[in-house]
């Protein structure tokens, strides 16, 4: 664990650089600090992640104190604290504090070598249609994570509930199915949950 404040800084003349990567031992993304004294100082240098000796990252920009203007593409942008910016490899930018003490945290890395998205986030990113009732609306976002995990456990499990409160007899068994199977204790989970209330009187329906 460190802060921001505790990290070396390194003046590169256009802004001032802290090392975040190495002194956490980060070796899945690249991640490092700039940071800007002045408003009107430079704080994320003009390049396009193509020139030599470029790691060639898509990089997402979070303002974590102060404020920043960003310039992409020749769009300008604000970017108060708070502020998260994706931006592509090729496309140009830059930022200038405009406010004292500016720091943004970068983070990059090749398209498409990271990792797939975490199971978890499909049915975190669903929580919000299904507290509202869309139902449809969960087991589409939700059924985006069977592409990278059609086994997963909680996934299948999530959308056995979407199904069956949705009126999908079928699908929800179907759901439920793979989810015991990958993970026996889901029988435990499946006994009292209300979302499957539709489907428990199925021959299919789990008991312990």
Known sequence: ????????RVDLGHSIWRSVRQPLGITSVGVNAYSANRAGDGVIEPHDETSAGAGAHEELYVVVAGAARFTIAGETVDAPAGTMIRVDVGVHREAVATADATTVLVVGGPPGAAMPVSPFEYWYRAQGPYSRGEYEAAIEIAAEGLADYPDNPTLNYQLACYHALAGHRGQALDHLEVAVRANPEITG???????????RNDWRFPSS
């Open 189 to 199: 989970w499946a006994a009292d949950d209300e979302d499957l209330d539709a489907i």
């Open 1 to 8: 664990m460190t802060s921001v404040d505790a990290l070396d």
